[in-house]
């Protein structure tokens, strides 16, 4: 790609790599979830509560729209992303400390910890895809299709981690003995885990670290002035991205 056209290569994988935030955080939970679900209360249902508490996080993205219909330019795109990618790191990292931590409600063990902090992060992922674009349109076209390779990362390398972490459940079942209150025992099919080469907490460590760089090349992005120098002018984004930009 070089400089063809006047774009720079760096800022391109910057963008791509600020991109990679989007779903980073969401795609993670997902991919993880064949180590987590034998593990937690909640079993298969897990993905259930997940998918829930997922749809109730649009609420974000609903008071930034309320907001700015109510109020016209009052919301700036930077000052956002900056909140979105600090909650999300910090979500992140807390997800590696806590994730098995529950709470008893109603006489049933629940995963509190997780199901509050994948809140946060869904609220973080949700309202990205209302301000990430906004803020692109500050730049030519051209890294608008950087932005898009990045949001693809988001679900592709937390695949890849999740490949080279390897584990969940194995192909052969084996008969476990469980002991009763008679002294009895009681014999069952089980389906056993498979090895991992490293655990859940240090998956979602891995993930924390992606979504610092992601923070880092925004940095870069907005505080270099050699790399604001391939900002659009005030007069306004180009035609193709003006549909897109009616939030900021």
Known sequence: MGEHKDVSLGVFILVALFGM?????????WMEL????VRLPELWA????????LQVANIGAVILTVVN??????????????????????????VALFWQRTTVIGGEDHSTALFILMFFIAICNTTSNIVFL??????????????????????LLPSVVALVQGGGTSSNCVNVSSPLANNGSE?????????????????????????CVSFLSFVL?????RLR????????????????????
């Open 34 to 37: 064949p180590l987590t679900v």
């Open 187 to 211: 014999w069952s099919l089980q389906t056993p885990m498979a090895s991992t080469r490293f655990g859940v907490d240090m998956f979602y460590t891995i993930i924390t670290g992606l979504l």
């Open 46 to 53: 897990l993905p259930s509560y997940l998918a829930v508490i």
């Open 69 to 94: 219909t109510v109020k016209p330019g009052s919301l700036k795109a930077q000052p956002i992303i900056y909140g979105i990618l600090i909650i999300q790191i910090v979500a992140t990292f807390c």
């Open 221 to 225: 992005l907005t505080c270099l002035p």
């Open 134 to 155: 906004p803020f692109m349109a500050r730049y030519r076209h051209e890294y608008i299709t950087a932005l898009f390779v990045g949001m693809g990362l988001s679900a």
């Open 21 to 29: 935030s989007s779903w980073l955080g969401v795609n993670s939970i």
């Open 229 to 248: 120098r391939h900002q659009l002018p005030r007069g306004g984004p180009p035609r193709c991205v003006a549909i897109l930009t009616y939030l900021v």
